[in-house]
Each structure stands twice: as C-alpha cells, then as structure tokens.
C-alpha cells in the first residue's frame, strides 16, 4: 500500500509538466537541481536552531532584557498535592467555593490553604514577561537575518525586479547554493517552532488566532516543500523574503512593549502596520499571486495539477493575511481613536 501511495504522489503528471519526467532532474552539464530527499535534512537543521535559539536567548536576550528594565520574577510553587494537582489538571483550574471546600476535607486542611494553593498554582502557568521577551528576541534575530541574507541574495537576481523571469527556462532551473541555504534555514525554522508549540507561549487572545498561528506553520512547510521538488524556487525566494520583512518590526514592537517602552513600541508596530499592508495586502496578491495564477498560463496550455494544489494553498495563505489585516486595523483604529 505504501509503495503504491508512494508511485501516485510522485506521478509525474502532478509535478511536472508534459513530457517532463522526474530523470530531467538529474544533475547535468553543470545545472544541480533540487532532491525531494534533501527535505530530511531540514529535521536535524530544526535542532540546530533550537540549539542555537537556546544559547541566544540565555547569553544574549536575557542579558539585553535586564539592561531594559525587565525583572525575573520568581514564582512560588505551591507544595505537592497529588488530590489537587489531579484535580486542577482534570476538572477546573478555577474550583467553585462547594469544590474548594470539599477538597479541604479531602486533603485535611484549611479552604484558604487550598485557595493559596490554587492561586500559586494558576501562577505558573502564565508565562513571565521575561519568557515573551525570549521568544520574541529569538523570532526577531531570526526574521531579521533572514530579510538581511534574502535581500543579498535576491538583489542582483533578474526575477527580483522582473517577476516574469521566475518562469524563463523553467522547469530546468538549475538550483543556486544561496537558495539552498536559503529554503533550509526557513523549513528548519518553522519545523523548531513546530517542536516547540508545547512550551511555548500559548495565545490566549482567541482560539482560532492560535489555530490560525498552527494552520500558518503547517502552510508554510508544506509550500516551501512542495515548491522545492516542483522547482518552484525563484517563486519561493520571493515569498519567503516579502513574509520576513514585515514580521522583524511585530518582534520588536512586542520586545519594547514588554519593557515598557510604550512610545517605541507604538512606532515600532506603526512601522509593521505598514509593512505588513504593503507586503501581504499589496504585493503578495498583486505581484506573487500574479505571477502564480496568471503567468503560468503563458508557458503551458495545461497546468498539471500542482498548479491547483500550490496556488490553493497561496489562497489560503492570502486568507491568513487578510484575517491578521483585520486585526491590526482594528488595533490601530484603537490606538488612533481611543489613544
């Protein structure tokens, strides 16, 4: 069965245009093209970015966060009570009085005790400011070397400037070193905070911002995979450089918001409104769409089926960025109107 599934998911007619096999694809005469199999690697790379997000966030954020003015607060654990902890994990992190005064019998002690215990205990699960400002430092160095590293290696590139070029000679594009690295750093990436979804921060501004949060990841993955074994790399690039050039600012704006900084932090998210209505509301649909839905047509009078499938999930991805397009209005009509 699994053979089978295998042949099917790699049939040529999905991937590839007609008359195009996947033994076009052996590198020759000095073009290398990319390997599906070259996607493994992006599981270990994701280890070496929490390892590298480890030491950055220890020797770097939290020393930078203490030069802003943000405290480690210490949190007291409650003492171990199996009854309770059984009871906070399965029934309710908020027990009604009759509850708390039912499980002081239990334990044989006091309803304030028990109180106590439970406040200290809902304490530690909210994360202290100095954990958000970790994070965000991590996600902040790591968009804004990739913006820096994208634009040095997309600047000179023709497709940079004339997104037409993303087609000429496809689908034998040989694949550079700079998009290489390039597709592993931002895979990896994506795969750590994939690993990471259980320790870190959780959304509490609404389920479905979470979902949304989740659904992005898995997106994310799944297109620069599947644009790696269809060739699509030029176009890949580009979407991966007009996403990271507005997500650095939101990091930022979040790493002043959490020291304190309230008049930085306004410019800073200002600063990413902007950036982020004119990459994702503007460009991505007007220019990366463009060249996915309508100049394809130009090369092939029958779009195989990948077509469908990458541009599906390029739709949804604009649908992402129309819901967070919602939101930040909303934030910034606040901030304009209500101060």
Same mark, same amino acid.
């Given at each position: 069965?699994?053979?089978?599934? $295998?042949?099917?998911?790699?049939?040529?007619?999905?991937?590839?245009?007609?008359?195009?096999?996947?033994?076009?694809?052996?590198?020759?005469?000095?073009?290398?093209?990319?390997?599906?199999?070259?996607?493994?690697?992006?599981?270990?790379?994701?280890?070496?970015?929490?390892?590298?997000?480890?030491?950055?966030?220890?020797?770097?954020?939290?020393?930078?966060?203490?030069?802003?003015?943000?405290?480690?607060?210490?949190?007291?654990?409650?003492?171990?009570?199996?009854?309770?902890?059984?009871?906070?994990?399965?029934?309710?992190?908020?027990?009604?009085?009759?509850? &708390?005064?039912?499980?002081?019998?239990?334990?044989?002690? #006091?309803?304030?005790?028990?109180?106590?215990?439970?406040?200290?205990?809902?304490?530690?699960?909210?994360? #202290?400011?100095?954990?958000?400002?970790?994070?965000?430092?991590?996600?902040?160095?790591?968009?804004?070397?990739?913006?820096?590293?994208?634009?040095?290696?997309?600047?000179?590139?023709?497709?940079?400037?004339?997104?037409?070029?993303?087609?000429?000679?496809?689908?034998?594009?040989?694949?550079?070193?700079?998009?290489?690295?390039?597709?592993?750093?931002?895979?990896?990436?994506?795969?750590?905070?994939?690993?990471?979804?259980?320790?870190?921060?959780?959304?509490?501004?609404?389920?479905?911002?979470?979902?949304?949060?989740?659904?992005?990841?898995?997106?994310? +993955?799944?297109?620069?995979?599947?644009?790696?074994?269809?060739?699509?790399?030029?176009?890949?690039?580009?979407?991966?450089?007009?996403?990271?050039?507005?997500?650095?600012?939101?990091?930022?704006?979040?790493?002043?918001?959490?020291?304190?900084?309230?008049? #930085?932090? $306004?410019?800073?998210?200002?600063?990413?409104?902007?950036?982020?209505?004119?990459?994702?509301?503007? %460009?991505?649909?007007?220019? +990366?769409?463009?060249?996915?839905?309508?100049?394809?047509?130009?090369?092939?009078?029958?779009?195989?089926?990948?077509?469908?499938?990458?541009?599906?999930?390029?739709? &949804?991805?604009?649908?992402?960025? %129309?819901?967070?397009?919602?939101?930040?209005?909303?934030?910034?009509?606040?901030?304009?109107?209500?101060?």
């Amino acid at each position: 069965i699994l053979k089978t599934l $295998n042949s099917w998911f790699w049939w040529e007619n999905i991937w590839m245009p007609i008359n195009v096999t996947w033994e076009h694809f052996v590198d020759r005469d000095g073009l290398v093209f990319p390997k599906p199999h070259q996607l493994y690697a992006t599981i270990p790379y994701a280890f070496v970015l929490l390892i590298i997000r480890f030491l950055s966030e220890r020797y770097v954020a939290i020393p930078l966060a203490k030069a802003l003015g943000i405290k480690n607060v210490r949190r007291v654990k409650p003492q171990p009570n199996p009854v309770l902890e059984s009871y906070f994990r399965e029934c309710s992190k908020h027990p009604s009085q009759s509850d &708390i005064q039912g499980l002081a019998k239990k334990c044989n002690c #006091t309803v304030r005790l028990v109180e106590k215990w439970f406040r200290r205990r809902r304490n530690l699960e909210i994360p #202290t400011v100095l954990r958000k400002f970790r994070e965000a430092f991590w996600r902040f160095s790591f968009y804004l070397t990739s913006s820096i590293v994208g634009f040095i290696f997309l600047y000179d590139k023709p497709w940079f400037y004339d997104i037409w070029q993303t087609w000429v000679g496809y689908p034998f594009q040989t694949l550079l070193p700079s998009q290489y690295w390039y597709y592993m750093a931002e895979i990896s990436f994506y795969w750590s905070l994939l690993f990471t979804l259980g320790i870190d921060n959780k959304r509490k501004a609404s389920a479905c911002d979470f979902v949304a949060h989740v659904i992005h990841h898995l997106l994310a +993955i799944g297109m620069m995979s599947g644009s790696w074994c269809g060739n699509y790399v030029r176009l890949g690039t580009l979407v991966i450089f007009v996403h990271d050039t507005a997500d650095f600012w939101l990091e930022a704006a979040k790493m002043f918001n959490y020291a304190r900084w309230e008049k #930085t932090c $306004n410019v800073l998210f200002i600063i990413f409104s902007i950036a982020f209505f004119i990459t994702r509301i503007i %460009l991505f649909p007007f220019w +990366i769409l463009r060249a996915t839905l309508y100049q394809p047509t130009y090369y092939s009078t029958t779009p195989v089926i990948a077509y469908f499938l990458f541009n599906g999930q390029l739709l &949804i991805l604009q649908g992402l960025h %129309l819901y967070w397009g919602y939101l930040i209005f909303k934030i910034l009509k606040r901030f304009i109107f209500l101060k």
